[in-house]
């Protein structure tokens, strides 16, 4: 089993910064893949940023050169570090974790199985 819990959700005005992170225990030395998705109101779950045990990266076209995913070096932290936050970057953020290496490169929810249970952003014009 693995269990995620994320924190440092907030409010901010358009332009504003946050930080993301995501405490990761149990079976962590396993993951393959974490991730952050986010879900609006009235919107599908999706993918913002991925990042694999080789260090490689992937990003949503929306978020990239705004948003930083990253982790600690022991793998049991993950965080996101968002730039330039605009009114509809607004949702429930997710942190995701996934074993299998098909998850490399991908940002496809049916590749996480393991899930947190999210910290709000809302972003204000």
């Known amino acids: 089993q693995m269990q995620l819990m994320e924190s440092g959700g907030g409010s901010v005005q358009a332009g504003g910064s946050l930080r993301l992170s995501c405490a990761a225990s149990?079976?962590?030395?396993?993951?393959?893949?974490m991730a952050w998705f986010r879900q609006a109101l009235g919107k599908e779950r999706e993918g913002v940023a991925a990042i694999a045990r080789d260090g490689s990266t992937t990003y949503a076209d929306s978020v990239k050169g705004r948003f930083t995913i990253s982790q600690d070096n022991a793998k049991n932290n993950l965080y996101l570090q968002m730039n330039s936050l605009k009114p509809e970057d607004t949702a429930m953020y997710y942190c995701?974790?996934?074993?299998?290496?098909?998850?490399?490169?991908?940002?496809?929810?049916?590749?996480?199985?393991?899930w947190g249970r999210g910290t709000r952003v809302t972003v204000s014009s």
């Open positions: 995701a974790a996934a074993l299998s290496s098909r998850c490399k490169g991908e940002l496809g929810t049916v590749h996480f199985g393991y």
């Open positions: 149990g079976y962590t030395y396993r993951t393959y893949c």
